[in-house]
């Protein structure tokens, strides 16, 4: 069951995939693990507002960075439908 409004633990996920995917459509959504914030479950559109934002500082960052690389990583977990 959620802790608060917005925040699930793995097990939640697992049980109630459907509820906790449905109320990620609405606004975004904690996920837990061992009770700690470890995943942000959230819409395609904020998801590519976000992007895109973060595209538009990478602008005027300084030549030769490296994006990092674990901020895109794969979870281990998967939702199935």
């Known amino acids: 069951m959620p802790k608060s409004s917005g925040t699930y ?15 990620a459509m609405r606004h975004p959504v904690t ?21 895109d934002s973060a595209d538009k500082r990478a602008v005027g960052t300084i030549a030769g960075s490296e994006p990092r690389s674990d901020v895109y990583r794969t979870s281990k977990y998967r939702i199935s439908s």
């Open 9 to 23: 633990s793995t097990s939640d996920l697992s049980r109630k995939s459907g509820d906790i995917i449905a109320e």
């Open 31 to 51: 996920i837990t693990q061992r009770n700690k914030p470890r995943l942000v479950l959230l819409n395609i559109e904020d998801y590519r507002r976000l992007r």
